[in-house]
């Protein structure tokens, strides 16, 4: 009740022990500190309450979790999803390794320095023409409507064995992009004592990646190695020794 929380002031200024007469007088502040106290009915109410809310709040950061790593899921699927519907360039090329024997024997056989193309336009050109002709002349999978005669590679590019070069020139990019230039110029002479100590590596392609124009002749390509085992084909086995 309201009058269980009335404070008589003239009462409680008896307790009061300052000497200064302001300190009991009207414009005194007093700081009364109260026990809080509940009935045995009521804090029980009240810790239930308290394990309820505490309950909730855990099972909201258990639902959000899962409903996250539900997301996840559902967007990997789509993603898969979208993978497989979409169609790239990368879905129709394949990966040839280059030997050091082809290489050589490109250049002591096929390479002409005579002409204006480099060596790596010719090796290109050379390759190219021969595998079409390779895979043209297996027999035909099925894969379109209508026979492939001719097997096209719409694309040929070539990787070379160069990760050292190129972890040298990331490290003067950004000496020079941050302007130190006793650095820029400590990596040149590195830069330059690696090609010089083996020039032939850094020029010799040990990789091509072919793209190939429709799925025939993809599908040529993935069974290159165990169509050529058969008598016929005997002369597509190899290319350049």
């Known amino acids: 009740m309201k ?15 300052a000497d200064k007469p ?9 700081f009364i500190q109260l026990p809080c106290k509940f009935e045995a009915e009521e ?8 394990l309820a809310i505490a309950c909730l709040g855990v099972f909201i950061c258990l639902f959000f979790v899962v409903y996250l ?16 519907k979409t169609i790239t360039a990368g879905d129709y090329s394949v990966e040839l390794d280059i030997s050091e024997k082809m290489w050589n024997n490109f250049l002591n056989e096929v390479y002409k320095p005579e002409l204006a193309a ?11 023409s021969k595998l079409e002709d390779n895979i043209s002349a297996l027999p035909d999978l099925g894969y379109e409507d209508e026979p492939v005669q001719r097997v096209n590679i719409s694309m040929l590019s070539f990787a070379f064995d160069n990760s050292q070069l190129i972890n040298l020139l990331k490290v003067r990019g950004a000496a020079i992009k941050f302007e130190k230039y006793d650095k820029m110029r ?34 040529r390509c993935k069974n290159y190695a165990d169509t050529c085992t058969m008598p016929e084909y005997a002369e597509q086995r190899t290319i350049l020794g």
């Open 186 to 219: 400590e990596v040149n002479k590195k830069i330059d004592a690696l090609v010089d100590s083996n020039p032939q590596k850094y020029n010799r392609p040990v990789t091509a990646f072919l793209t190939l124009e429709n799925e025939e002749g993809l599908n």
């Open 43 to 50: 804090l029980n109410t009240r810790q239930v309450e308290g």
């Open 69 to 84: 790593d539900y997301l996840k899921s559902i967007f990997k699927n789509l993603n898969i999803e979208w993978d497989v």
């Open 3 to 17: 009058s269980d929380c009335e404070i008589n002031i003239e009462e409680f200024s008896k307790f009061i022990t």
């Open 22 to 30: 302001e300190c009991k007088g009207n414009l005194g502040t007093v």
């Open 118 to 128: 480099t060596k790596m336009v010719q090796f290109r050109n050379f390759l190219q």
